[in-house]
C-alpha cells in the first residue's frame, strides 16, 4: 500500500510537469504491482494507459516491454492467439531496433504454447538468433535445452554438435563449456546411453567444426515453416 502511493504521488507530480515518458513508466510499475496482487483488470488497465502514451512519444523500447507484459497476462489466461500477436509485435521492434537479449526472451515466450506444448518454429529461430547474434551462450542456453528435448535423438545430436562448433570458433569461456556440458550430459541421459557417447558428440563437432555448425543451422531452419519467420531468415547453403 506505502509503495502504491509514493507511485501515485509520482504520478501525479509527473503528470502536472507533463512529463509523458514518466507518466508511461510510473503507470507500467503500477500495473506490474497489480499483477504481483493478483489484479489482473486492473494490470491491464494500466498497461493500455501505459502503452498509449508510449505509442504516442514513439518509445519503442517501453511499447514492446508492456507488449510483452500484456502477451503473458494473454497466455495466463489461456488466450494464445492475443498472446502471440502482442508477442510478435515486440519482438519485431525489439528486432529493430537491436535490442537483441530482449528479442530472445519475447522469442522464447512464443517458444512454449498455452498448455505447455513446445513450438519447434520458435524455439528454432531463439536459437539462430543466439548462433548469429554473438552473445555468450548462458543468453539463448535454456532455448538450446527446450530445443533438444523437443527433437528426436538425430536432430538433438546434430543440434548439440552444431552449438560446440560455434561455442568453440567463439572462444569458449569457462561458463560456455559448463552450458556446453550440461545439455550434452542431459542429452546423454535422455537417450541412456554411456557417457563415452556424449564425449564422442563434443570430439566429432571439434574435428569438424564448419561441416557440423552447417548442418545444425540447415536444421534450425527447415523447423521454421514458410511465413513463420520473426527473425531475418539465415541465407545459408
Known amino acids: 500500500d506505502e ?5 501515485g504521488e509520482s504520478l501525479t ?3 502536472a510537469i507533463g512529463d509523458a515518458q514518466g507518466k508511461a513508466a510510473t503507470l507500467h510499475a503500477l500495473a506490474n504491482m497489480e499483477v504481483q496482487a493478483g489484479n489482473v483488470d486492473e494490470a ?4 493500455g494507459e501505459s502503452l498509449t502514451i508510449k505509442e504516442a512519444i514513439g518509445n519503442a523500447r517501453g511499447k514492446a516491454a508492456t507488449l510483452a507484459n500484456l ?4 497466455f495466463a ?3 494464445q492467439a492475443q498472446a502471440d500477436g502482442r508477442n510478435l509485435e515486440a519482438a ?3 528486432l529493430r531496433i537491436g535490442a537483441v537479449p530482449d528479442a530472445l526472451t519475447v522469442i522464447g515466450n512464443l517458444g512454449v504454447a498455452v498448455g505447455g506444448t ?3 518454429e520458435y524455439l ?3 536459437v539462430l538468433l543466439g548462433v548469429s547474434s554473438g552473445m555468450p551462450l548462458r543468453f539463448w542456453l535454456t532455448r538450446v535445452d527446450a530445443l533438444r528435448a523437443a527433437v528426436d535423438n538425430g536432430k538433438a545430436v546434430l543440434l548439440l554438435k552444431g552449438i560446440v562448433a560455434r561455442v568453440v570458433d567463439g572462444g569458449a569461456t569457462e561458463e560456455d563449456a559448463q552450458g556446453l556440458s550440461l545439455l550434452v550430459s542431459r542429452e546423454v541421459e535422455r537417450q541412456g546411453v554411456e557417457p563415452e557417447v556424449g564425449q564422442g558428440w563434443v570430439m566429432e563437432a571439434q574435428e569438424d567444426r564448419q561441416r557440423s555448425f552447417d548442418e545444425a543451422v540447415a536444421l534450425l531452419i527447415g523447423l521454421v515453416p514458410d511465413g513463420n519467420w520473426v527473425i531475418p531468415r539465415p541465407q545459408h547453403g
Open 3 to 7: 509503495a502504491r502511493r509514493l507511485y
Open 92 to 94: 519485431t521492434i525489439l
Open 71 to 74: 502477451g503473458h497476462l494473454d
Open 13 to 15: 507530480i509527473k503528470e
Open 124 to 126: 528454432a529461430q531463439g
Open 77 to 79: 489466461a489461456g488466450d
Open 118 to 120: 513446445p513450438r519447434l
Open 44 to 47: 491491464r488497465r494500466l498497461y
